[in-house]
DNA sequence: GCGTTATATACGCGTCAAGGAATATGACCG
DNA sequence: CGGTCATATTCCTTGACGCGTATATAACGC
């Protein structure tokens, strides 16, 4: 189960959009803080939080502070998920099972009806 | 992208155990308050936030309303997350674990640096 | 109808998180 | 060493959220 810090960190929509720029690839503080039009210390606040949660790693370059995603606790959440896929595959098992062939995906424990 | 109230929904940890529960089987409200430990009108207020979320879907039954999980919001979660799956798979690749290669993975989107 | 069971809502309170303004820290450049 | 840029931290206010108690709604059995 994920940590709590990482859902709190997730629940908020300045920080999901973090997340999302920062998946595209690592970004200065001042980057962020433009894109998503936040102040200066909001947005460093954000940080702290998705740092604290793991989300985010820190690489200092000068005076700069480049942020980049940690893919350790999305995998998590992930792994949260996994349980849940049983779900609506079960609903859309006629598609197949091609939506996902992540190679460490053990078979969730026999959900049956 | 995920509705808010789904992330809000999935923010507190009791409401995540409810969810949990939900997952091995339609419960009553009776039943969910046994569970997790909560006063019925807490128990209630967060059902309703669920609902809200759509996470959850109401049967009734004579008084009783018995609670079942609804596969799509989550299943929007699983797609929010689909493009981070890249990101562990690279890094993944990345430590040097080579998991023989998976010649089978079709890269999804851009994976760029 | 009445009482009982099952669930929902209203109210009040304490806590916590978010946002802004001001300030502090720390690294670079001259 | 002083100035400046980039980022972090602090203080404060405000608004949302969670909980519990008490109360309302609704369906059942008699």
């Known amino acids: 189960m994920p940590d709590a810090a990482l ?11 973090i ?15 433009e ?11 954000h940080l702290k939080v998705l740092r604290e949660a793991g989300l985010v790693r820190v690489r200092q370059d000068a ?3 480049v942020y980049a995603l940690d893919p350790g606790p999305i995998a998590a959440l992930d792994a949260w998920l996994a349980p849940y896929r049983a779900l609506w595959n079960k609903s859309l ?9 992540t190679p460490d995906t053990p078979e969730p424990p026999a959900a049956k009806d």
Chains 1, 2 share one sequence.
């Not at 997340?19 to 962020?32: F, N, Q, T, Y």
């Not at 098992?93 to 062939?101: F, I, P, T, V």
Request: charged share 30%; aromatic share 2%; hydrophobic share 35%.
């Open 63 to 65: 005076q700069r502070r």
């Open 35 to 45: 894109a998503c039009g936040l102040s200066q210390p909001s947005t460093s606040k």
């Open 7 to 17: 859902w709190t960190a997730l629940a908020d929509p300045h920080r999901r959009a």
């Open 19 to 33: 997340v999302a720029l920062l998946l595209e690839r690592p970004r200065s503080v001042g980057e962020i803080v």
């Open 93 to 101: 098992d006629a598609l197949g099972r091609r939506l996902d062939e």
